[in-house]
């Protein structure tokens, strides 16, 4: 928990002169009145503190003294979900400065925000069980938390990048066993079976997200997560998929064809889009926006669709046209961490790039069903492919370069 303590003490230091940061844990959501849906810590908390309890309130001033409020002990509760921390174990494993019990908050948060004229709070997101303590001492000034953690979290540091890494090599070994478990008749959800299977198997915590399995014209659908189609013969599956390690996610996109061998023009499209992806990824490197980058995916696409003759004219025809966002409709990619969509730039804003940050590359091209202008094969089909990006001192790194992405190489790992 030192790695906590240490950014605390970084991000303390930007905090100014009587204000606060204020974090509140998320909430425990039930399913129905005492089944509960899994918990995971809200990013934001874990990342200063690293605990995973509901039901808790955190606070952060400039002198970097931390304050900690936890769910108090309550022997009929702990018979059903286990025990609860005290607060002098959350003190010595966390290193927090100050712990109390939630029976004890009104009082005590009266004698630590007294002087306080501004925090950094977010009263509007999903985080908000304790509004009603906050909301009480009417603040000259507030802010939102999650808009300040902002540029901190942005920059990996090594320890986050070695989650990130693991997540990484995980989610790889997985999508390996969906590409040999892959055969016709095979239900999308099997195959999303066998991925959640491996990661908890090497260790992960969860999916990073809710992995899509999407054969045919599934995967035009770009949040799929039904999984519920049987896979046919002749179709392509495009799986994105990710574990989540330590916290931290990976993001894995690939294209698999369900017979083992891609059709002559279902590779090369592949192909094609596979030339684009490598070339985004090379354009990844300090002081380049991501903006700069996804106009490039953009032309790129274009240029593909040219080729295959369902555009026609010039570039900047094409790009005032923006026939293209039907084949294309998302950007280029995001930054990756804490959360899936890590504390992602807003649209339009365009951030450098700097080491330490880590993103996505993941151009596509989505073909409806009735898409005259491609050959049969081609239709109801989505193509994506993704990796993910460490931006290092010179350049890149690619994290997830171990999983093949040559259409060569998709089919032999398709028929092992
Ligand atoms: N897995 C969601 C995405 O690629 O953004
Ligand atoms: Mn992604
Ligand atoms: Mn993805």
């Given at each position: 928990?030192?790695?906590?303590?240490?950014?605390?003490?970084?991000?303390?230091?930007?905090?100014?002169?009587?204000?606060?940061?204020?974090?509140?844990?998320?909430?425990?959501?039930?399913?129905?009145t005492d089944v509960s849906y899994p918990y995971r810590q809200e990013s934001n908390f874990y990342y200063l503190t690293g605990f995973e309890q509901a039901k808790s309130l955190f606070l952060l001033f400039p002198s970097s003294r931390s304050v900690l409020f936890i769910s108090d002990k309550d022997c009929v509760k702990e018979v059903w979900d286990g025990p609860l921390a005290t607060t002098?174990?959350?003190?010595?494993?966390?290193?927090?400065?100050?712990?109390?019990?939630?029976?004890?908050?009104?009082?005590?948060?009266?004698?630590?925000?007294?002087?306080?004229?501004?925090?950094?709070?977010?009263?509007?997101?999903?985080?908000?069980?304790?509004?009603?303590?906050?909301?009480?001492?009417?603040?000259?000034?507030?802010?939102?938390?999650?808009?300040?953690?902002?540029p901190f979290r942005r920059l990996k540091e090594s320890k986050e990048i070695t989650s990130i890494k693991k997540a990484c090599s995980h989610s790889i070994h997985a999508h390996k066993e969906v590409a040999k478990a892959l055969k016709s008749n095979i239900s999308e959800r099997a195959l999303h079976g066998v991925f959640i299977?491996?990661?908890?198997?090497?260790?992960?915590?969860?999916?990073?997200?809710?992995g899509i399995f999407a054969c045919g014209k599934n995967a035009t659908?770009?949040?799929?997560?039904?999984?519920?189609?049987?896979?046919?013969?002749?179709?392509?599956?495009?799986?994105?998929?990710?574990?989540e390690y330590g916290y931290y996610a990976s993001d894995i996109s690939r294209v698999y064809p369900v017979s083992g061998k891609f059709s002559k023009n279902q590779k090369n499209l592949y192909k094609a889009l596979l030339k684009l992806q490598k070339q985004l990824i090379k354009a990844v490197k300090p002081e380049v926006t991501l903006k700069s980058i996804?106009?490039?995916?953009?032309?790129?696409?274009?240029?593909?669709?040219?080729?295959?003759?369902?555009?026609?004219?010039?570039?900047?025809?094409?790009?005032?046209?923006?026939?293209?966002?039907?084949?294309?409709?998302?950007?280029?990619?995001h930054l990756l961490g804490l959360d899936v969509h890590?504390?992602?730039?807003?649209?339009?804003?365009?951030?450098?790039?700097?080491?330490g940050m880590v993103l996505t590359i993941e151009p596509g091209i989505y073909i409806n069903r009735t898409d005259k202008k491609f050959p049969e094969d081609l239709r109801a089909t989505g193509l994506r492919i993704e990796d993910d990006i460490l931006v290092t001192q010179k350049s890149q790194k690619n994290l997830t370069l171990n999983l093949p992405k040559e259409a060569e190489e998709i089919e032999e790992l398709c028929s092992s």
């Amino acid at each position: 928990m030192k790695s906590h303590l240490i950014k605390r003490k970084q991000i303390a230091q930007s905090l100014p002169h009587s204000s606060a940061l204020i974090l509140s844990s998320l909430p425990q959501f039930f399913r129905q009145t005492d089944v509960s849906y899994p918990y995971r810590q809200e990013s934001n908390f874990y990342y200063l503190t690293g605990f995973e309890q509901a039901k808790s309130l955190f606070l952060l001033f400039p002198s970097s003294r931390s304050v900690l409020f936890i769910s108090d002990k309550d022997c009929v509760k702990e018979v059903w979900d286990g025990p609860l921390a005290t607060t002098k174990q959350v003190k010595t494993k966390y290193l927090i400065n100050e712990v109390y019990y939630l029976s004890q908050i009104d009082n005590i948060l009266k004698k630590k925000l007294k002087g306080v004229s501004k925090i950094f709070y977010d009263y509007s997101n999903k985080t908000c069980e304790f509004n009603k303590q906050i909301i009480q001492f009417k603040f000259k000034k507030t802010e939102s938390a999650y808009h300040f953690l902002k540029p901190f979290r942005r920059l990996k540091e090594s320890k986050e990048i070695t989650s990130i890494k693991k997540a990484c090599s995980h989610s790889i070994h997985a999508h390996k066993e969906v590409a040999k478990a892959l055969k016709s008749n095979i239900s999308e959800r099997a195959l999303h079976g066998v991925f959640i299977k491996s990661i908890m198997e090497q260790g992960s915590t969860r999916e990073a997200y809710q992995g899509i399995f999407a054969c045919g014209k599934n995967a035009t659908i770009l949040h799929y997560v039904k999984n519920n189609s049987i896979c046919k013969k002749g179709e392509l599956l495009l799986v994105d998929a990710g574990a989540e390690y330590g916290y931290y996610a990976s993001d894995i996109s690939r294209v698999y064809p369900v017979s083992g061998k891609f059709s002559k023009n279902q590779k090369n499209l592949y192909k094609a889009l596979l030339k684009l992806q490598k070339q985004l990824i090379k354009a990844v490197k300090p002081e380049v926006t991501l903006k700069s980058i996804n106009q490039k995916m953009f032309e790129g696409i274009i240029h593909i669709l040219l080729e295959f003759g369902v555009l026609k004219g010039s570039l900047k025809e094409n790009l005032k046209m923006e026939i293209y966002k039907k084949y294309c409709p998302h950007s280029v990619g995001h930054l990756l961490g804490l959360d899936v969509h890590d504390v992602t730039f807003k649209p339009g804003e365009s951030t450098v790039l700097k080491p330490g940050m880590v993103l996505t590359i993941e151009p596509g091209i989505y073909i409806n069903r009735t898409d005259k202008k491609f050959p049969e094969d081609l239709r109801a089909t989505g193509l994506r492919i993704e990796d993910d990006i460490l931006v290092t001192q010179k350049s890149q790194k690619n994290l997830t370069l171990n999983l093949p992405k040559e259409a060569e190489e998709i089919e032999e790992l398709c028929s092992s």
